[in-house]
């Protein structure tokens, strides 16, 4: 019996929002601390100054934090979306040329099945299949008998993994 070993998530992962929520949470508090701290104290404040300051940060981050989640969405929509509809390539064979990438990172992992080229890190932020052998990924050697469901994104990012699953030898 054949067995997958990943299968691209139909749910959109929004946990990339966590840290900008977190800083302008901070930012729309920080007046208060600041105000709060410098009480009774004999330091002229300019409270206004640091609400404006507190102010542009949020937007900044709520901007940047919007065009980051644009463009996930649209990623994440070119490849799990073409996953879930049924567009997709597939290859079958044997792993080939794997080169893990290091535990300490700063490389990706890359392997071929019948020519078709793959890489992927655990520090690149896409949907798709990006866990590598040294943080206890599936994809371990060469030699490996796999079907690897996958859709090409772009140059940038190339063949997207949808889809692993390990067949008989």
Do not use: W
């Amino acid at each position: 019996m054949n067995n997958i070993l990943y299968e691209a998530t139909s749910k959109f992962d929004f946990t990339i929002l966590a840290i900008p929520t977190i800083m302008i949470i901070f930012m729309l508090i920080f007046p208060l601390i600041i105000k709060k701290s410098y009480e009774g104290k004999d330091v002229k404040l300019n409270i206004k100054f640091v609400k404006l300051f507190c102010l542009a940060g949020i937007l900044f981050v709520a901007f940047c934090s919007t065009v980051v989640l644009i463009a996930q969405l649209n990623m994440y929509n070119k490849t799990v979306g073409a996953y879930s509809r049924g567009e997709y390539q597939i290859v079958e064979g044997y792993v080939e040329n794997f080169d893990p990438m290091p535990y300490e990172g700063h490389a990706n992992e890359t392997f071929e099945i019948n020519g078709v080229k793959f890489s992927y890190s655990d520090y690149n932020i896409h949907p798709g299949y990006n866990n590598t052998k040294s943080h206890g990924g599936v994809i371990k050697e060469n030699g490996q008998h796999l079907k690897i469901g996958y859709v090409y994104l772009n140059e940038t990012y190339g063949n997207i993994i949808v889809y692993i699953e390990q067949l008989p030898e």
